[in-house]
Antibody, heavy 120, light 108 residues
Framework: QITLKESGPTLVKPTQTLTLTCTFS??????????VGWIRQPPGKALEWLALIYWDDDKRYSPSLKSRLTITKDTSKNQVVLTMTNMDPVDTATYYC????????????WGQGTLVTVSS | SYVLTQPPSVSVAPGKTARITCGGN??????VHWYQQKPGQAPVLVIYYDSDRPSGIPERFSGSNSGNTATLTISRVEAGDEADYYC???????????FGGGTQLTVL
């Protein structure tokens, strides 16, 4: 059974760096074809894809946010970490991590999400 | 960057058929995936590769994709189908995921 869970601060100040951790079980990020992505959703708005890391450490970023994002993995801990620099109130959103089906371009399992508020 | 366009809302009476569209330039050449999101919950995959259903998703959910429009069809709509629905593709030119703006399905 695949599960994912996001963790991190619920409140960050403008200009600060956000660090979110996705802890997962039921699969290994060392298995060929596997990926873990991050998607966010501002309150009342649409989903926005942020980043993806593959089993081979290949990484992809949203073109509009690429300069602010870093995604890394710790295979031994079954964790993926997303950092976003220079946080702004518009970055207030629920942040989800999700399992990308091996070799396929969709997300078949999602975490419950974590709400991050950016405010001074 | 590739853009997916969805109607903000669709309304349907119980027992009828709901059709939610997802427009994109030559989207028929891409694979489209659909997610259902109920209030306060994470998205759930309901259709992948245009028309395949994950296990556990009712046969009432189906999909199609041709030309510039992909369509999610929900037959015999139930009150429990009320949710936001998002289409998603993988933009191979820039190698990243793209989501549509979402459609709120209201069951009258």
């Amino acid at each position: 059974q695949i599960t994912l869970k996001e963790s991190g601060p619920t409140l960050v100040k403008p200009t600060q760096t956000l660090t979110l951790t996705c802890t997962f079980s039921g699969f290994s990020l060392s298995t060929s074809g596997v990926g873990v992505g991050w998607i966010r959703q501002p309150p009342g708005k649409a989903l926005e894809w942020l980043a993806l890391i593959y089993w081979d450490d290949d990484k992809r970023y949203s073109p509009s946010l690429k300069s602010r994002l870093t995604i890394t993995k710790d295979t031994s801990k079954n964790q993926v970490v997303l950092t976003m620099t220079n946080m702004d109130p518009v970055d207030t959103a629920t942040y989800y991590c999700a399992h990308r089906h091996p070799g396929d371009p969709f997300f078949d399992y999602w975490g419950q999400g974590t709400l991050v508020t950016v405010s001074s | 960057s590739y853009v997916l366009t969805q109607p903000p809302s669709v309304s349907v009476a119980p027992g009828k058929t709901a059709r939610i569209t997802c427009g994109g330039n030559n989207i028929g050449s891409k694979s489209v995936h659909w997610y259902q999101q109920k209030p306060g919950q994470a998205p759930v995959l309901v259709i992948y590769y245009d028309s395949d259903r994950p296990s556990g998703i009712p046969e009432r959910f189906s999909g199609s994709n041709s030309g510039n429009t992909a369509t999610l069809t929900i037959s015999r709509v139930e009150a429990g189908d009320e949710a936001d629905y998002y289409c998603q593709v993988w933009d191979s030119s820039s190698d990243h995921a793209v989501f549509g703006g979402g459609t709120q399905l209201t069951v009258l």
